[in-house]
């Protein structure tokens, strides 16, 4: 039977000297079995050519040039068309987080159907994506990250830690609790470890707390989730923190809008 290959869809805004874009990407693609796709930003003021582009992954025999245009269909109409499975975006600090959504990579970013991997000048190239930090929060929705989170940990062998808030809610603590019981169910059925690290913190803060644990690792992957109020008020309220954490973390970003129809990942 014919099976499509899985892609991940870099999109790139500017020509890294060190093409941190691509180390991440070739990173990814040896855990999930894909092929690299890479395409300059439509929304980018540095107007890539195509040539150049090629010349950049020359070496990487795994990618090729993909031309996207910015349209209302994309990135979705691409994503389904091509069996993408990650977007990973080089967040370009000076551009990416006005306070205005129009013409801005983020259009892209809160409507894809997929997660994307989020890294910033300071991002450690060194990540091989085997550890996994986890905040988790009063918010139902944190179970779809440890979805994700179990990806790597099947495919990868990666050990996932979990980082759970502590609230003096009754209620916020009874929904933290539901959520590491689902976790602990789900990840029972595969063969990985997970660790559940004890933290002082409140749910507000726990998204810095998986950065800043003395445990997290310069290279370790933190997965985090936008809110459910986006459109143009998400960067206000949630990219004022992306760009904190990548103007201030080494670590690389998966970023999960909740609740998307997800194109969920295969093993190779």
Known sequence: MYKKNQHILIIIQNLNPNKSSLHHAVALTKIFKAKILITPSPFSKNKIQQTEIEDYISDTPEARFLKIDQSDLEPNKCI??????????QVDQKNDFKFFLKNNIFNWVLTAKIPTILIGDKTSNKADYSNIQIPIDHKKESKEKMIWA???????????HLIPAKEKDS???????NTLLFTKKMFTQFNFDYKISKSEVASKQIDEEAFSNPATKASDLVILMTGKVQGVFFLRFNSKKIKHFTNTYPNPILLINPLKDYYLPCEG
Do not use: D, H
């Open 171 to 177: 209620t916020y603590m009874k929904t933290i609790r």
């Open 80 to 89: 389904e068309k091509l069996n993408i499975i990650f977007m990973l975006v």
């Open 150 to 160: 179990s990806y790597f940990g099947r495919f990868n062998k990666a050990i996932i």
